[in-house]
Nanobody
Framework: QVQLAESGGGLVEAGGSLKLSCAAS????????MAWFRQPPGKEREFVAA??????????ADSVKGRFTISRDNAKNTVTVYLQMNSLKPEDTAVYYC???????????????WGQGTQVTVSS
């Protein structure tokens, strides 16, 4: 069983920055890759960024490349995944979720392990 908990969302003006965190724990957690997804108002959930289990590979959606950075901090019993978001735009407004999954040959495969989400609102 894997538990995920996001935090760090909020209201920010366009051009500003936010850093999201996802605290992950669980018995077999260390073997998972991690990713961030988001769901804009009235739209489907979409991929944002992924970080491989080994930490050697990352992947970003085209819409966030150069603005967002995913990172991972491994501890003994927990893992924290971050999403540094810079130069935010109103279209980045969404509920952001982290996910534990598999990263293979530059493709991220999500599992049903999701956090509760954190709201990010970017004002124009």
């Amino acid at each position: 069983q894997v538990q995920l908990a996001e935090s760090g969302g909020g209201l920010v003006e366009a051009g500003g920055s936010l850093k999201l965190s996802c605290a992950a724990s669980g018995r077999t957690f260390g073997s998972y890759a991690m990713a961030w997804f988001r769901q804009p108002p009235g739209k489907e959930r979409e991929f944002v960024a992924a970080y491989s289990w080994s930490g050697g590979d990352t992947k970003y959606a085209d819409s966030v490349k150069g603005r967002f950075t995913i990172s991972r901090d491994n501890a003994k019993n927990t893992v924290t995944v971050y999403l540094q978001m810079n130069s935010l735009k109103p279209e980045d407004t969404a509920v952001y979720y982290c996910n534990a999954g598999t990263y293979l040959r530059s493709i991220y495969y999500p599992t049903n392990y999701w956090g509760q989400g954190t709201q990010v609102t970017v004002s124009s």
